[in-house]
């Protein structure tokens, strides 16, 4: 099954995605913060990455940027999750290179929706 990393620092946020999205299967990997994301991301190639953006040490528009400036992770999706839900941050996270964004708080099947479109390419 496929590889999600989740880029959440609230451990509650944290804990309900990763259980919810180990129950559909998938293989979930954890990073806290905007550096540890980027370094997981390196690391262990996941298939998607859900981004919080609002993240310790770097914040996930950051993060993202990295992510598609390095050309071992540029083509891996990038899903913003945040409680921002202007029409400004979701162009901004759009704009830092991510590939869709959803908001808090989290709507688990519209989200899993975003996971399986990512996977599938399109």
Same mark, same amino acid.
């Given at each position: 099954?496929?590889? &999600?990393?989740? /880029?959440?620092?609230? !451990? ?8 919810? $999205? ?6 979930v $990997?954890v ?7 980027i370094?997981? %991301? +390196?690391? !262990?190639?996941?298939? /998607?990455? /859900?981004?919080?953006?609002? $993240?310790?040490? &770097? ?11 390095? !050309?071992?992770?540029?083509? &891996? ?12 941050? +979701?162009?901004?996270?759009?704009? %830092? ?8 708080? /989290?709507?688990?099947?519209? $989200?899993?929706?975003? &996971? ?7």
């Amino acid at each position: 099954m496929a590889k &999600i990393l989740v /880029v959440e620092d609230n !451990e509650m946020n944290r804990d309900m995605l990763c259980r919810r $999205l180990a129950r559909k299967g998938y293989t979930v $990997l954890v990073a806290e913060d905007g550096i540890d994301g980027i370094d997981t %991301a +390196r690391a !262990e190639r996941p298939d /998607v990455i /859900v981004m919080d953006l609002s $993240l310790p040490r &770097i914040d996930g528009w950051e993060a993202t940027r990295r992510l598609k400036a390095d !050309e071992t992770t540029s083509g &891996i999706p990038v899903i913003a999750l945040t409680a921002h839900a202007m029409s400004t941050d +979701r162009d901004k996270a759009l704009a %830092a290179g991510c590939d869709d964004f959803d908001t808090k708080p /989290v709507d688990f099947n519209r $989200l899993l929706d975003k &996971i399986e479109r990512a996977l599938s390419g399109s």
